[in-house]
């Protein structure tokens, strides 16, 4: 039986795909649950420095499942876990991925939507073939963002953009994203996989804890005063001052020539 969510290691990149392709890879309770399980593995692996994530057979999600959805709202079919229901599953991992300590690429073709699309922009970088489909899609079944989008869009495309995207449902292609700032960069669809993968291997190649620590501190900056976002600098940097990498840094800048991070 083939798995809904497929991992993969290339040397210390970790591939996450969602493999629903009959149904655009959509976000059934069940792949939430094995996504998210996916991640935490991922996590736990000291081997992996980066990971990407994407979707299988051209698309990356088409986001939720809304047959699923229908079928539980009908009476059709039971909730697959009485004790948990789909909102409460995807925005654990919205948060998961958001925060994943370790450099997070989605790569994007076909259809990017709702939830698919948030996952998309927890993760620290987007490439996308310039065929790819993005759409916020809640306002089309007449719901609100409900897995992180109303956050995230903002802060990358800023809130007249965001809510004009929002609010009309309407498609952008990787070629407009891209161009919006809601991706990092549209390819052709031949150079998707080598572009995402060579951006991955590059950051599985540095630093992996001073990676970790930046990514922390950037993301966490808005909630802090200038003079409280410096004393998270100076714990940070603690913290690297006592990794390998930093000293192999050093050593390295002295010796002119590059660095060989170990990721620790």
């Known amino acids: 039986m083939t ?17 629903r392709p009959e149904v655009r890879n959509a976000l059934s309770y069940d792949t939430l649950v094995k996504l998210r399980r996916a991640f935490k593995q991922a996590g736990k692996s000291d081997h992996l420095r980066a990971v990407v994530l994407t979707g299988r057979g051209g698309a990356f999600s088409g986001g939720a499942d809304v047959k699923e959805w229908n079928d539980m709202a009908t009476g059709k079919a039971p909730p697959p876990d009485p004790d948990k229901d ?22 994007i073709d076909g259809a990017a939507v709702g939830a698919g699309l948030d996952f998309a922009l927890a993760c620290d970088f987007r490439i996308a073939s310039k065929r790819a489909k993005f759409i916020c899609a809640y306002t089309r079944v007449g ?14 495309i800023g809130l007249d953009a965001a809510k004009m995207f929002a609010y009309t449902g309407e498609s952008w292609d990787g070629t407009k994203a891209a161009a919006a700032g809601l991706v990092t960069e549209a390819v052709e669809l031949e150079e998707l996989e080598p572009r995402a993968m060579a951006l991955a291997e590059k950051l599985a190649a540095g630093p992996t804890v001073a990676i970790a620590q930046t990514k922390a501190l950037i993301n966490n900056a808005h909630r802090r005063t200038f003079n409280e976002q410096l004393a998270d600098e100076v714990r940070a940097g603690k913290i690297c001052g006592a990794s390998a990498d930093h000293r192999e840094g050093l050593t390295a800048v002295n010796e002119k020539r590059p660095a060989r991070f170990i990721g620790s």
């Open 3 to 19: 798995d809904i969510v497929e991992v993969e290691d290339r040397g210390a990149v970790r591939i996450i795909a969602i493999n």
């Open 86 to 107: 789909w909102v409460e599953t995807a925005v654990v991992i919205v948060q998961e991925i958001f925060h994943f300590p370790k450099p997070t690429i989605a790569m």
């Open 143 to 156: 719901f609100s963002p409900d897995a992180g989008g109303s956050w995230l869009m903002p802060r990358l």
